[in-house]
């Protein structure tokens, strides 16, 4: 049993992360002298956080990514094996993984506050930190607008309520900038391949499938009730996509040929090598997911996107993408 329903198993559970809805109660002082006060989580549990958090550890990638997103990096003391970015945090000690954390290892650190994701830690981890008086608050979002509100608590939990109040109105400009290019177009019939053998999907109750559709997307797994359904690849192919859309980081690697096998072939996505590869961000409920959004909007609508858009470069530097005056 996790935080919240488990939404997938394993290393998908890993990968699949983030955000919650938080409630102001009194300020109070713990055992220690410290001032503290009352905040709801994403499980409706109340949880008496530090007023002043100084010393965090994060179970979560994503987690990481918005605390240094807001700028609260700096009281970041310990995150796990798959926090990879930003790089400054491969610095941080590691307690570990995601499933199970070392509890030496996080006590070791003296935090004041742990920051979970609802869908990927165990409550096993929330009873035994709850023992040893740390308090841990869950974070969850199945939604870009809840992920923008994952925001609004991290900073809320951390004193940087300005510095993430500015990041969420940048993405929240963005993703607005693409629904608007999209709306009223035909859209392509895309599949998200979440796992090739077996074949796993996402359906539009889940946390990518809310991604496909703000992206201007027609999933063929929309009427689909579970969040991450299986096919057969006969369905697939009965479907005919006209995009294949497959996410890769740690543990995923994807290349187009992976799609040029008997089957798979058939469809129009691959004869047309229409495959989009979104990085890991795409499965991750942080900041950088919008950048997931902008890459499967410039794939499937590229005229719009060319209209939408201009990119920029400087030696020595990535092109970025600045909207069009």
């Avoid at 890993?14 to 409630?23: E, I, N």
């Avoid at 939604?143 to 925001?151: A, F, G, H, N």
């Amino acid at each position: 049993m996790q935080f919240a329903k488990a939404t997938t198993t394993g290393a998908l559970a890993a990968a699949l992360l983030l955000a919650a809805g938080t409630a102001d109660g009194q300020v109070q002082t713990r055992n220690n002298g410290s001032a503290a006060r009352l905040v709801r989580d994403g499980m409706g549990r109340e949880v008496r956080v530090p007023l002043r958090p100084q010393r965090i550890v994060s179970l979560s990638p994503s987690v990481t990514e918005t605390l240094f997103a807001i700028g609260a990096g700096d009281l970041l003391v310990g995150r796990t094996d798959y926090c990879n970015y930003p790089p400054e945090a491969l610095r941080k000690p590691s307690v570990g993984g995601i499933v199970n954390p070392s509890l030496e290892r996080i006590v070791s650190l003296q935090p004041d506050l742990v920051i979970a994701s609802a869908d990927a830690n165990r409550i096993d981890t929330e009873r035994a930190l709850r023992r040893l008086r740390i308090p841990a608050y869950a974070l969850f979002a199945n939604t870009l607008e809840e992920v923008l509100d994952s925001i609004r608590q991290a900073g809320d939990l951390t004193g940087r309520n300005e510095q993430a109040a500015v990041v969420i109105e940048m993405l929240q400009q963005r993703m607005r900038r693409i629904e608007r290019a999209v709306e009223g177009k035909r859209r392509p019939r895309v599949l998200f391949v979440l796992w090739q053998q077996p074949l796993i999907s996402v359906g539009r109750s889940s946390f990518a499938g809310d991604l496909l559709e703000r992206a201007g997307a027609a999933s063929i797994t929309d009427a689909i009730p579970e969040p991450w359904p299986r096919l057969s690849l006969e369905e697939v192919v009965r479907a005919d996509p006209e995009f294949l859309i497959a996410p890769q980081g740690q543990g995923m690697q994807v290349t187009p040929g992976q799609f040029a096998r008997p089957g798979w072939r058939q469809t129009t996505a691959a004869r047309k090598g229409q495959i989009v590869i979104v990085e890991e961000d795409a499965l991750r409920p942080s900041p950088r997911v919008f950048d997931a959004l902008e890459t499967i909007f410039r794939a499937l609508y590229p005229e719009e996107a060319n209209r939408l858009f201009r990119k920029t470069s400087t030696p020595g530097e990535r092109a970025a993408t600045e909207p069009a005056p």
